[in-house]
């Protein structure tokens, strides 16, 4: 059901380097991590970047909003000062560049589609699985062919809180595997994965029970948790059948404890 692994670095590095950014990707290979969770969100002039807050003012200097922001602007910003002088002058990349680094260095991807707003949901949702479709045509070919190949177990799951965003990426991309994210599980968590053929269920372990995640399971659905900071919840979750969760704290939980 999750053929992937189970423990992902957050935004790439967790606290331990500037989210979503080749510096953070490098962080978590220093600490053994070859699975990472980051976030896809499009400028003004639809150039999909690795970016978790639609505006400026905490880890891009300045002020604004990143829909209404060119690439080329962005580009120049520095997006490590924030986190410290080691990482002054670190830029921000683009979705190109973070396939490009993680399938060279052997790390999986958990993408999650992040619309900068509503109303641009669907666009970043078709974008981001065009993007990640193209990279990965070979494995999706092995895909169609068994599902069960190594090469399948390598595709990134796309996954979103935005349903538009994923329904537009089910559309451009069908044969990518997706996941919905829920912060709580809404009455209506199944028919909203079954529409949008999901294999996974992702949402928030503070508000996670042993009754919920049973249900996820039996309902046949894989389930990952964000973001698990502690050791011993990470085990105790686990216990309950979670089947993954990115944490921040790469420092504490190893990248091979389960």
């Known amino acids: 059901m999750w053929p992937y692994p189970k423990v992902l670095a957050h935004r790439g590095g ?19 991590y070859r699975a990472a969770e980051f976030d896809v969100m499009l400028t003004r002039d ?31 910003l520095d ?12 830029r921000i990349c683009t979705l ?11 790390i999986w991807m958990n993408v999650e589609i992040k619309p900068a707003a509503p109303a641009q949901a669907a666009r970043t949702g078709e974008l981001t699985a065009l993007a990640v479709g193209r990279r990965f045509s070979a494995a999706l070919e092995a895909w169609r062919g068994d599902p069960a190949s190594a090469q399948a177990a390598a595709l990134p799951v796309l996954s979103s809180f935005s349903f538009d965003a994923l329904m537009a990426a089910r559309e451009a991309a069908p044969d990518l595997p997706r996941g919905f ?72 939980i190893r990248a091979d404890a389960y």
Do not use: S
């Open 181 to 252: 994210l829920m912060d709580t599980l809404a009455d209506d968590w199944q028919a909203h994965l079954q529409q949008l053929q999901a294999v996974a269920l992702h949402t928030n372990h503070r508000h996670l029970t042993p009754e919920l995640a049973r249900r996820v399971k039996e309902a046949g659905y894989a389930l990952f948790c964000y973001t698990v900071n502690d050791a011993a919840r990470a085990a105790q979750i686990m216990d309950w059948g979670v089947d993954a969760f990115c944490t921040d704290r790469i420092d504490l």
């Open 96 to 106: 190109e560049q973070g396939l490009d680094f993680c399938i060279g260095h052997g």
């Open 14 to 32: 967790g606290t331990l380097a500037p989210e979503n950014t080749l510096a953070g990707f490098r962080t978590g290979l220093r600490f053994g």
């Open 79 to 90: 997006a490590g000062a924030w986190h410290g002088p080691a990482f002054a002058g670190e």
């Open 46 to 76: 639809e150039v999909p970047i690795l970016m978790h807050d639609p505006q400026r003012g905490r880890t891009l200097p300045g002020a604004g909003q990143i829909a209404e922001t060119d690439w080329a602007q962005l580009c120049e």
